[in-house]
C-alpha cells in the first residue's frame, strides 16, 4: 500500500524536478595555496611527464600517486636534467652486446610524449649522412646519464620535421662542449627557421602551420597544393575551450604533485640519504 | 534493526535475492567451429547484479538524511567480529586444491623494467574491499541453478560456492534482499559480487576479509572480465583482416572481400564479418604476478586482462599444471602470517640504506628492477651468447678427407 | 604570470563533445561550435537565458571558461583577447565582459554560473497536411551569477527542510525511537 503511494509520489517528483548545480561562493583559495607552494610556471613544459593522461578514462588518483612514487624513486638514482624540445640532449645508457657496455648518443630532441612512467624522448642526429632518431623512455633503468648540452627551446614543441629537413639542420657533433645556461635567464628561444627537401614529405608539413618551417608553402608540389583546396583546414578547433581544457593541465593538479614531490624531497634529505633536488627550474633559479 | 525497518514499510517482504535470479544454461559442445561463438554471459554460478532499491528517489528532508546516516554509522561499527584464524597456514598446495580469489578493480597499466632492461606492461589491479559474503555447500548451490550436478562434484571433489563481495557502499542505495546477504556474513555491504568454486580444504570462512597478500608474487593468475563494447565494427577491427588498397578501388578499402567460393554457393557457419565486438566475458590465463604493493592493496599483473579501466575483474590461481601454485596462504591470507617473511624484510634492512617507512610494504618479483637501486650496469657476463655460426664470417663448406 | 596554467572549472564536463542539433548549418564540429556561440554570446547580453537542457549542459563549461579567463589573465592576454574576441563577435560584449562581468568574481571560485532545471515543455515543430507536430523538450535555466535579476530558487526551496511527504515523518520517528534503544 504504501509502496504505491511511494510510486505516485516518484510520478508527481519526476514532473517538476529541479536539479539545480549553483555557482560557488567560496574565494579562490588554489591561488594562495600555488604562490605557498611555490608552484613553477612553466611546469608543464619542465615536467610533461607529471602531467595526467589526456584520455580522461585512464586518470586514476591512486594509480598515478604509485606511479609518482616509482618516478620520484628513479630521479633520485640518476640526474634528470631540465631540457625541452629543441635542446641538444647527450643520453649515455648500458648495452649488454657493447664492447664497451655502454652507449652514448648526442642529438636534438625533437618530441617529448605520453605521462608518467610511459613517457618518451626522441634525440636525432646525422651520422655519415644518415638521418638517426632514437626514442628513449625516461625511467628506463639502463640509462645511466641524462645530460643537456645546450638548453634551448625552438618555434615548436615537435620538432618531427627534421625527418624531411636537409641534413645539416640535424646535425650535431658528439663531441661537443656542454655549454653552461645562467641561472635566472630566462630560456632562449632558438629561431631557426629549417629548410624541407623537395616534396614528398613524410607527412604534408604545410598544414600543421608549423612556424620553425621557412616558407613550406612555396616548397610543396602543385599536386598538394590543388588537394589544400579539398582538406578541411581546422583553424577553427582553436578555438574549442572545452576540448583544450579537457587536454590540458589544471593548477589544482599542478600543485599537487609539486607538494608530493617537496615532501619526498625532504623526507629523504631529512633521512640523509641524496642531496640531490628534482624540483628546480633554470629560468625560476636565483 | 535497519533492515527490519524498511522491510516494515514495504507492503511485501522482498524476494531472497537467490530467487529472482535468471539462469542461463550453458551448453558446451566439443564441434570445431570457425570463428568464435561470443559468450556474453558470466558463468552461471555467479551472482546476478544487484538491484538498486526503489525509495531510492523519495526526497527525504536534511533532518531524516542525517537521522539516517546516524544509524548506518551505528550499524556499521558492529562489523569486524573476530573469527578463528588458526587453520591458515602458509603450506603446500594440493594437486587439486582449489583457492578462492579475489574481485579487483583494474585502475591502469603501467611499465616496468627488468633488471636486464627489458620492459614489460604491466596491469595495475586495486584489491578493494573483499570480503567473503556466504559459502554455499555443493548439494546447496548446485539444486538452485541450471547447470546441475557435474560441477559441483567435478573430478577435484565437491566444489563450494563462495561468494566475494568488494567495494563497501552506502545502504541506502540497494534493495532488501541485496542487503540480507551482507547483513547474514556481518559485513557491510558490497557493490561488486563475484562467485568462486573451492574445494573443501581451501574453504574460507563468511565475512573473512581477503587481502592482496592472497596471491604469492611469481605465481600465475587467471583473469575473468567483461571486455570493452566496441559496438558494431567491421572486419578490420574486429578480426583483424587487412582491408583493400587505397588506390585503383573504389568503395571497398576497408571491406571483407570474398566470403566464399563458387561449389557450394552459401556462406559457411562461423564466416567471419563485421558485427558486434566486445562486451564478452573472457578468461585470461596464465598471466604472472610480479610485484604487490600491501599498503595501497595493488597487484602488478604482466600483461593485459579484460576489460576497461576501472572495471571489475575477477582473479583466481591458474589451473595449468605447470602454473599452478605448489606453496601458498590457505586457504587464504590472515595477518598473523606476516611474521613468516620476516627474514626478507630483515635483509632488506641490511643491505638497502632508504629506512623502511618511508617506503611502501611492497614484495617485488626477484627479475623485476626495483627503481629504488642504482641504474643498470651490464658485464660481460651478460652479452648474448652467439647461437650459431658466427655470420660476419662467410660459410666455408668443410671438406672431408 | 599569464601563460600559467589555470585552475579547473567547477563545472564537470563530458568525455567527449556531444553533438548538438545545429539547425540550418550544415552539421560539422565548426557549427556546433557556432551554435555554442550563439549561446554564450547571448548568456553574456542577457545574464540568464532558458534554454533546451543539453545545449545549457553543453554551453556552461564554455561560459566557465572563458570568464575564468577574463578573472585570471585579464583583458592584456593575448590568448584570452583572442578567445574573447571570437566568443563575443559583438564588441560592446567583450568590454561588458572585463568591466561588469569579471569584477564581480574577482575573489571567488569557479563556477560563476548556475544551471537550473525547469519542467519539460511541448513545443510545436511544424505544421504538415493541417497537421500539428509537437515535441517534448527538457529545458534548463543557464545564468551569470550575481546577476541584477531576483533569485532562481526560493529561499525555502533551496533548505529541502519542510518536506510534505508522509514518510518523511514515519522515518524520522522510526529512526529517533531507533537511536535511543
Redesign the interface.
Given at each position: 500500500?504504501?509502496?504505491?503511494s511511494?510510486g505516485s509520489?516518484?510520478s508527481f517528483?519526476?514532473k517538476c524536478k529541479s536539479e539545480p548545480q549553483t555557482a560557488s561562493k567560496s574565494s579562490n583559495t588554489i591561488r594562495k595555496e600555488a604562490n605557498l607552494v611555490g608552484h613553477i610556471a612553466a611546469f608543464p613544459e619542465i615536467y610533461p611527464d607529471f602531467l595526467q593522461s589526456p584520455v580522461w578514462?585512464?586518470r586514476?588518483a591512486?594509480?598515478e600517486e604509485?606511479?609518482r612514487?616509482?618516478?620520484l624513486?628513479?630521479r633520485?638514482?640518476?640526474d634528470i636534467p631540465e631540457f625541452y624540445v629543441g635542446s641538444i640532449v647527450a643520453v649515455t645508457s648500458?648495452?649488454?652486446?657493447l664492447g664497451a657496455?655502454e652507449h652514448r648518443f648526442v642529438g636534438i630532441c625533437i618530441r617529448r610524449e605520453k605521462e608518467?612512467?610511459?613517457h618518451q624522448f626522441t634525440l636525432r642526429n646525422t651520422i655519415e649522412g644518415i638521418g638517426v632518431e632514437i626514442m628513449y623512455?625516461l625511467?628506463?633503468?639502463?640509462?645511466?646519464k641524462i645530460e643537456t648540452l645546450k638548453l634551448e627551446k625552438r618555434l615548436d614543441s615537435d620538432l618531427s620535421y627534421l625527418i624531411d629537413a636537409l641534413p645539416e639542420y640535424s646535425t650535431f657533433d658528439f663531441h661537443m662542449e656542454p655549454l653552461a645556461h645562467p641561472a635566472g635567464t630566462p630560456i632562449p628561444i632558438n629561431e631557426t627557421k629549417v629548410k624541407l627537401k623537395p616534396a614528398p614529405w613524410t607527412r604534408r608539413w604545410e598544414i600543421f602551420g608549423c612556424a620553425g618551417i621557412e616558407d613550406s608553402w612555396s616548397g610543396a608540389t602543385p599536386w598538394f597544393k590543388r588537394k589544400l583546396q579539398k582538406t578541411k583546414v581546422n583553424d577553427y578547433e582553436k578555438y574549442d575551450l572545452v576540448a583544450a581544457y579537457r587536454e590540458g593541465s589544471t593548477l589544482e593538479h599542478e600543485v599537487a604533485v609539486q607538494k608530493q614531490i617537496q615532501k619526498f624531497e625532504n623526507?629523504?634529505h631529512a633521512?640523509g640519504?641524496t642531496r640531490r633536488r628534482i624540483l628546480r627550474s633554470a629560468a625560476a633559479a636565483k | 534493526?535497519?533492515r527490519s525497518?524498511v522491510t516494515g514499510?514495504?507492503?511485501s517482504p522482498a524476494p531472497e535475492w537467490a530467487a529472482n535470479r535468471l539462469l542461463v544454461a550453458t551448453c558446451i559442445s566439443n564441434t570445431q567451429q570457425r570463428g568464435r561463438r561470443r559468450t556474453l554471459t558470466p558463468v552461471p554460478w555467479l551472482p546476478p547484479i544487484n538491484e538498486p532499491a526503489?525509495?531510492n528517489?523519495?526526497?527525504?528532508?536534511?533532518?531524516?538524511k542525517k537521522?539516517?546516516e546516524?544509524?548506518i554509522e551505528?550499524e556499521g561499527t558492529r562489523f569486524g567480529e573476530e573469527l578463528d584464524n588458526s587453520k591458515a597456514a602458509i603450506t603446500d598446495i594440493g594437486e587439486s586444491t582449489r583457492r578462492v580469489g579475489l574481485v579487483v578493480r583494474k585502475?591502469?597499466m603501467?611499465?616496468q623494467?627488468t633488471t636486464?632492461?627489458t620492459?614489460i606492461l604491466c596491469t595495475?589491479l586495486?584489491v578493494v574491499e573483499n570480503n567473503v559474503v556466504s559459502v554455499t555447500s555443493p548439494e546447496d548451490w548446485y539444486k538452485m541453478s541450471a547447470i546441475g550436478k557435474r560441477k559441483a562434484f567435478n573430478r577435484n571433489g565437491p566444489m563450494w560456492k563462495v561468494t566475494v563481495g568488494s567495494i563497501n557502499d552506502d545502504p541506502t542505495k540497494y534493495s532488501v534482499g541485496y542487503r540480507r546477504q551482507f547483513n547474514r556474513a556481518g559485513i557491510p555491504i558490497k557493490q561488486k559480487l563475484g562467485c568462486f568454486l573451492v574445494t573443501e580444504d581451501a574453504l574460507p570462512q563468511t565475512g573473512q576479509s581477503l587481502d592482496a597478500r592472497h596471491f604469492v608474487v611469481g605465481q600465475y593468475i587467471t583473469a575473468t572480465g567483461k571486455t570493452i563494447d566496441w559496438g558494431f565494427q567491421g572486419g578490420m577491427h574486429r578480426w583483424g583482416m587487412r582491408g583493400q588498397p587505397t588506390r585503383r578501388t573504389t568503395k571497398s578499402h576497408r571491406r571483407i572481400g570474398s566470403v566464399g567460393s563458387v561449389g557450394d554457393a552459401r556462406i559457411w557457419p562461423g564466416k567471419r564479418m563485421p558485427g558486434h565486438m566486445g562486451y564478452e566475458w573472457v578468461t585470461v590465463s596464465g598471466l604472472e604476478v610480479i610485484r604487490i604493493?600491501n599498503d595501497?592493496q595493488?597487484i602488478y599483473v604482466k600483461g593485459s586482462v579484460p576489460g576497461?579501466?576501472?572495471e571489475t575483474i575477477l582473479l583466481k590461481d591458474c589451473v595449468q599444471e605447470e602454473k599452478k601454485l605448489k606453496k601458498g596462504p590457505l586457504p587464504t591470507w590472515i595477518p598473523s602470517l606476516e611474521t613468516i617473511s620476516e627474514e626478507s624484510e630483515e635483509e632488506a634492512a641490511a643491505e638497502g640504506?632508504?629506512?623502511k617507512e618511508?617506503l611502501?610494504n611492497e614484495t617485488f618479483s626477484p627479475k623485476i628492477?626495483r627503481?629504488?637501486?642504482?641504474?643498470?650496469?651490464?658485464?660481460?657476463a651478460?652479452?648474448?651468447r652467439a647461437a650459431g655460426r658466427d655470420k660476419t664470417k662467410a660459410k666455408i663448406a668443410k671438406v672431408k678427407k | 604570470m599569464s601563460s600559467a596554467t589555470l585552475p579547473r572549472i567547477g563545472v564537470t564536463i563530458g568525455h567527449v563533445a556531444q553533438k548538438l542539433k545545429t539547425g540550418g548549418i550544415e552539421p560539422s564540429r565548426r557549427a556546433r561550435l557556432e551554435v555554442l556561440r550563439r549561446i554564450v554570446t547571448r548568456c553574456v547580453r542577457e545574464e540568464r537565458v532558458e534554454l533546451k537542457w543539453n545545449r545549457a549542459v553543453e554551453a556552461r563549461p564554455y561560459l566557465e571558461r572563458l570568464i575564468q579567463l577574463g578573472v585570471e589573465r585579464g583583458p592584456l592576454d593575448e590568448y584570452t583577447a583572442e578567445m574573447m574576441e571570437w566568443w563575443l563577435p559583438e564588441r560592446d560584449l567583450i568590454v561588458k565582459m572585463h568591466e561588469v562581468i569579471v569584477p564581480r568574481f574577482a575573489e571567488i571560485q569557479s563556477p560563476y554560473t548556475s544551471l537550473y532545471r525547469l519542467p519539460p515543455k511541448r513545443l510545436q515543430q511544424f505544421i504538415q497536411n493541417k497537421r500539428e507536430f509537437w515535441k517534448r523538450y527538457d529545458i534548463g535555466i543557464l545564468e551569470i551569477d550575481k546577476n541584477p535579476f531576483p533569485p532562481v530558487l526560493s529561499e525555502n526551496s533551496a533548505?529541502?527542510?519542510?518536506?510534505p511527504?508522509l514518510?518523511?515523518l514515519?522515518?524520522?520517528d522510526?529512526?529517533?525511537n531507533?537511536?535511543e534503544?
Amino acid at each position: 500500500m504504501l509502496r504505491r503511494s511511494l510510486g505516485s509520489l516518484r510520478s508527481f517528483s519526476s514532473k517538476c524536478k529541479s536539479e539545480p548545480q549553483t555557482a560557488s561562493k567560496s574565494s579562490n583559495t588554489i591561488r594562495k595555496e600555488a604562490n605557498l607552494v611555490g608552484h613553477i610556471a612553466a611546469f608543464p613544459e619542465i615536467y610533461p611527464d607529471f602531467l595526467q593522461s589526456p584520455v580522461w578514462n585512464r586518470r586514476n588518483a591512486l594509480k598515478e600517486e604509485l606511479e609518482r612514487r616509482d618516478m620520484l624513486e628513479r630521479r633520485m638514482n640518476i640526474d634528470i636534467p631540465e631540457f625541452y624540445v629543441g635542446s641538444i640532449v647527450a643520453v649515455t645508457s648500458s648495452d649488454s652486446n657493447l664492447g664497451a657496455k655502454e652507449h652514448r648518443f648526442v642529438g636534438i630532441c625533437i618530441r617529448r610524449e605520453k605521462e608518467g612512467l610511459h613517457h618518451q624522448f626522441t634525440l636525432r642526429n646525422t651520422i655519415e649522412g644518415i638521418g638517426v632518431e632514437i626514442m628513449y623512455d625516461l625511467y628506463n633503468p639502463t640509462i645511466k646519464k641524462i645530460e643537456t648540452l645546450k638548453l634551448e627551446k625552438r618555434l615548436d614543441s615537435d620538432l618531427s620535421y627534421l625527418i624531411d629537413a636537409l641534413p645539416e639542420y640535424s646535425t650535431f657533433d658528439f663531441h661537443m662542449e656542454p655549454l653552461a645556461h645562467p641561472a635566472g635567464t630566462p630560456i632562449p628561444i632558438n629561431e631557426t627557421k629549417v629548410k624541407l627537401k623537395p616534396a614528398p614529405w613524410t607527412r604534408r608539413w604545410e598544414i600543421f602551420g608549423c612556424a620553425g618551417i621557412e616558407d613550406s608553402w612555396s616548397g610543396a608540389t602543385p599536386w598538394f597544393k590543388r588537394k589544400l583546396q579539398k582538406t578541411k583546414v581546422n583553424d577553427y578547433e582553436k578555438y574549442d575551450l572545452v576540448a583544450a581544457y579537457r587536454e590540458g593541465s589544471t593548477l589544482e593538479h599542478e600543485v599537487a604533485v609539486q607538494k608530493q614531490i617537496q615532501k619526498f624531497e625532504n623526507e629523504r634529505h631529512a633521512a640523509g640519504l641524496t642531496r640531490r633536488r628534482i624540483l628546480r627550474s633554470a629560468a625560476a633559479a636565483k | 534493526m535497519l533492515r527490519s525497518l524498511v522491510t516494515g514499510i514495504s507492503s511485501s517482504p522482498a524476494p531472497e535475492w537467490a530467487a529472482n535470479r535468471l539462469l542461463v544454461a550453458t551448453c558446451i559442445s566439443n564441434t570445431q567451429q570457425r570463428g568464435r561463438r561470443r559468450t556474453l554471459t558470466p558463468v552461471p554460478w555467479l551472482p546476478p547484479i544487484n538491484e538498486p532499491a526503489h525509495s531510492n528517489s523519495v526526497p527525504l528532508n536534511d533532518t531524516t538524511k542525517k537521522l539516517l546516516e546516524k544509524v548506518i554509522e551505528r550499524e556499521g561499527t558492529r562489523f569486524g567480529e573476530e573469527l578463528d584464524n588458526s587453520k591458515a597456514a602458509i603450506t603446500d598446495i594440493g594437486e587439486s586444491t582449489r583457492r578462492v580469489g579475489l574481485v579487483v578493480r583494474k585502475i591502469g597499466m603501467l611499465p616496468q623494467w627488468t633488471t636486464n632492461g627489458t620492459r614489460i606492461l604491466c596491469t595495475v589491479l586495486e584489491v578493494v574491499e573483499n570480503n567473503v559474503v556466504s559459502v554455499t555447500s555443493p548439494e546447496d548451490w548446485y539444486k538452485m541453478s541450471a547447470i546441475g550436478k557435474r560441477k559441483a562434484f567435478n573430478r577435484n571433489g565437491p566444489m563450494w560456492k563462495v561468494t566475494v563481495g568488494s567495494i563497501n557502499d552506502d545502504p541506502t542505495k540497494y534493495s532488501v534482499g541485496y542487503r540480507r546477504q551482507f547483513n547474514r556474513a556481518g559485513i557491510p555491504i558490497k557493490q561488486k559480487l563475484g562467485c568462486f568454486l573451492v574445494t573443501e580444504d581451501a574453504l574460507p570462512q563468511t565475512g573473512q576479509s581477503l587481502d592482496a597478500r592472497h596471491f604469492v608474487v611469481g605465481q600465475y593468475i587467471t583473469a575473468t572480465g567483461k571486455t570493452i563494447d566496441w559496438g558494431f565494427q567491421g572486419g578490420m577491427h574486429r578480426w583483424g583482416m587487412r582491408g583493400q588498397p587505397t588506390r585503383r578501388t573504389t568503395k571497398s578499402h576497408r571491406r571483407i572481400g570474398s566470403v566464399g567460393s563458387v561449389g557450394d554457393a552459401r556462406i559457411w557457419p562461423g564466416k567471419r564479418m563485421p558485427g558486434h565486438m566486445g562486451y564478452e566475458w573472457v578468461t585470461v590465463s596464465g598471466l604472472e604476478v610480479i610485484r604487490i604493493n600491501n599498503d595501497k592493496q595493488v597487484i602488478y599483473v604482466k600483461g593485459s586482462v579484460p576489460g576497461d579501466i576501472g572495471e571489475t575483474i575477477l582473479l583466481k590461481d591458474c589451473v595449468q599444471e605447470e602454473k599452478k601454485l605448489k606453496k601458498g596462504p590457505l586457504p587464504t591470507w590472515i595477518p598473523s602470517l606476516e611474521t613468516i617473511s620476516e627474514e626478507s624484510e630483515e635483509e632488506a634492512a641490511a643491505e638497502g640504506t632508504i629506512p623502511k617507512e618511508l617506503l611502501h610494504n611492497e614484495t617485488f618479483s626477484p627479475k623485476i628492477f626495483r627503481f629504488t637501486s642504482p641504474s643498470i650496469v651490464f658485464t660481460d657476463a651478460d652479452a648474448k651468447r652467439a647461437a650459431g655460426r658466427d655470420k660476419t664470417k662467410a660459410k666455408i663448406a668443410k671438406v672431408k678427407k | 604570470m599569464s601563460s600559467a596554467t589555470l585552475p579547473r572549472i567547477g563545472v564537470t564536463i563530458g568525455h567527449v563533445a556531444q553533438k548538438l542539433k545545429t539547425g540550418g548549418i550544415e552539421p560539422s564540429r565548426r557549427a556546433r561550435l557556432e551554435v555554442l556561440r550563439r549561446i554564450v554570446t547571448r548568456c553574456v547580453r542577457e545574464e540568464r537565458v532558458e534554454l533546451k537542457w543539453n545545449r545549457a549542459v553543453e554551453a556552461r563549461p564554455y561560459l566557465e571558461r572563458l570568464i575564468q579567463l577574463g578573472v585570471e589573465r585579464g583583458p592584456l592576454d593575448e590568448y584570452t583577447a583572442e578567445m574573447m574576441e571570437w566568443w563575443l563577435p559583438e564588441r560592446d560584449l567583450i568590454v561588458k565582459m572585463h568591466e561588469v562581468i569579471v569584477p564581480r568574481f574577482a575573489e571567488i571560485q569557479s563556477p560563476y554560473t548556475s544551471l537550473y532545471r525547469l519542467p519539460p515543455k511541448r513545443l510545436q515543430q511544424f505544421i504538415q497536411n493541417k497537421r500539428e507536430f509537437w515535441k517534448r523538450y527538457d529545458i534548463g535555466i543557464l545564468e551569470i551569477d550575481k546577476n541584477p535579476f531576483p533569485p532562481v530558487l526560493s529561499e525555502n526551496s533551496a533548505k529541502n527542510e519542510e518536506s510534505p511527504n508522509l514518510l518523511n515523518l514515519l522515518l524520522t520517528d522510526a529512526l529517533k525511537n531507533n537511536l535511543e534503544k
